[in-house]
């Protein structure tokens, strides 16, 4: 027991890494198992005060997705200032969180309890909130020794700020029902959190892979672009929760053409591995969605139908944020357990299978959140996706490939 304890302990991104490869499985199979009880056939589904339906966007906003990224953060961030990686003493804690609170989560959507989902959102956010403390010494240092700023970081910082505010709406919605804090916590979640840290380490981090594996790569990471993600972000967060809905088109389609642009100068002229591509082919997505959204904002600003559902935000959350998940944690997982960085089978299986998926739940939005393409998208995930997941599970219960420590 001791012996395992220190494997998945022994670096920081595997604790939080196995937290969110579970819960990338485990929600998904929860979550289709609610939608089949719901369309196909009653099969006795748990139900409390709150309908899965609207546990469904909390639970993978704050506890799946925050695991990936404070896997991510917790490795690089110190990297990215010029500081030493974070010791044990630091990273357990907030590990130990997050594995706690996800293994809460799945008593409480199993039984439908509402009370103990909120506890368990809360103990992810103490593992939160001393993940924010960690970066914000190593910032303040930054300061100290006049050696920043470093964007990327503060960036990143920024936006985890606003996921343990949504976080925090969350719980309120859980214990209190109450529909506006349910609104604010997914609009922070998704413009405020979500996208503001999957744009930032793309800023950073596809124009520094492709400058290792692309011959003759130019990189282009001018930091207005992150200025004016941010700010197109913050406009649409703040029409959203204003609830002006007609007037998302403004922002939406300004960070679809953003992030075209952004997909362009990125996009390889030379031949560029799969491990790269992935990341490439996963981002393309950010323009699709919010073109989507775009697009019936404008329609109820111009007076037409157009109902699209969830669908464009399902572009988003599947699509772009799904594939980003499988490209950069693929390629962590390879580069820190001392194995050849490349796509292998499950890996290339798990990608398509994402982008099935997507395709399935826009469908569902365009139909009207049809009932069988909602299932259909969950079936997906889990037949493709799940033998991904079980093999990144098996690599941080075990030691590194190479007899390297971490």
């Known amino acids: 027991?001791?012996?395992?304890?220190?494997?998945?302990?022994?670096?920081?991104?595997?604790?939080?890494?196995?937290?969110?490869?579970?819960?990338?499985?485990?929600?998904?199979?929860?979550?289709?198992?609610?939608?089949?009880?719901?369309?196909?056939?009653?099969?006795?589904?748990?139900?409390?005060?709150?309908?899965?339906?609207?546990?469904?966007?909390?639970?993978?906003?704050?506890?799946?997705?925050?695991?990936?990224?404070?896997?991510?953060?917790?490795?690089?961030?110190?990297?990215?200032?010029?500081?030493?990686?974070?010791?044990?003493?630091?990273?357990?804690?907030?590990?130990?969180?997050?594995?706690?609170?996800?293994?809460?989560?799945?008593?409480?959507?199993?039984?439908?309890?509402?009370?103990?989902?909120?506890?368990?959102?809360?103990?992810?956010?103490?593992?939160?909130?001393?993940?924010?403390?960690?970066?914000?010494?190593?910032?303040?240092?930054?300061?100290?020794?006049?050696?920043?700023p470093t964007w990327h970081g503060w960036s990143a910082f920024a936006a985890l700020c606003f996921g343990l505010a949504g976080l925090g709406f969350s719980v309120r919605f859980l214990v209190t029902l109450d529909g506006q804090a349910y609104l604010i916590a997914n609009s922070l979640g998704t413009f405020g959190f979500l996208l503001s840290v999957f744009f930032t380490v793309a800023h950073r981090m596809i124009p520094f892979f492709a400058g290792n594996v692309v011959q003759d790569y130019v990189a282009w990471r001018p930091y207005w672009v992150l200025a004016l993600l941010w700010i197109l972000l913050i406009a649409h967060l703040l029409f959203q929760v204003s609830g002006q809905n007609s007037l998302q088109f403004v922002s939406a389609f300004a960070l679809s053409a953003l992030t075209a642009v952004m997909l362009w100068r990125w996009w390889p002229r030379h031949k560029a591995p799969g491990l790269f591509m992935v990341l490439i082919w996963g981002f393309a997505w950010a323009p699709i969605g919010f073109a989507l959204i775009g697009a019936e904002s404008f329609a109820e600003f111009a007076g037409f139908g157009l109902s699209l559902g969830r669908a464009p935000l399902h572009a988003l959350y599947i699509g772009m944020a799904g594939s980003l998940v499988i490209a950069m944690v693929t390629r962590v997982t390879l580069g820190h357990s001392g194995r050849p960085l490349a796509m292998n089978r499950t890996a290339w299986l798990a990608f398509w299978g994402i982008q099935l998926s997507a395709i399935a739940r826009i469908i569902a939005g365009a139909r009207g959140e049809h009932g069988h393409w909602l299932v259909l998208a969950g079936v997906i995930w889990i037949l493709l996706v799940t033998p991904w997941t079980l093999r990144q599970a098996g690599i941080y219960l075990s030691r590194r490939a190479d007899g390297k420590a971490g």
């Open 1 to 148: 027991m001791g012996a395992r304890f220190a494997i998945i302990f022994a670096a920081a991104h595997r604790p939080l890494f196995l937290a969110g490869i579970l819960n990338f499985a485990l929600l998904i199979i929860w979550w289709t198992a609610a939608l089949f009880d719901i369309y196909i056939w009653p099969i006795g589904m748990a139900s409390g005060d709150v309908p899965g339906s609207l546990q469904h966007a909390p639970v993978m906003l704050f506890l799946m997705v925050p695991s990936f990224f404070f896997g991510f953060l917790l490795t690089v961030f110190p990297r990215w200032i010029g500081y030493p990686d974070l010791g044990p003493r630091q990273y357990v804690p907030i590990g130990c969180a997050f594995i706690i609170a996800s293994i809460l989560a799945w008593f409480a959507l199993i039984g439908g309890d509402a009370l103990l989902l909120a506890i368990a959102l809360s103990v992810a956010g103490f593992g939160w909130i001393t993940a924010l403390w960690h970066m914000a010494v190593l910032l303040n240092a930054e300061r100290r020794d006049r050696k920043g």
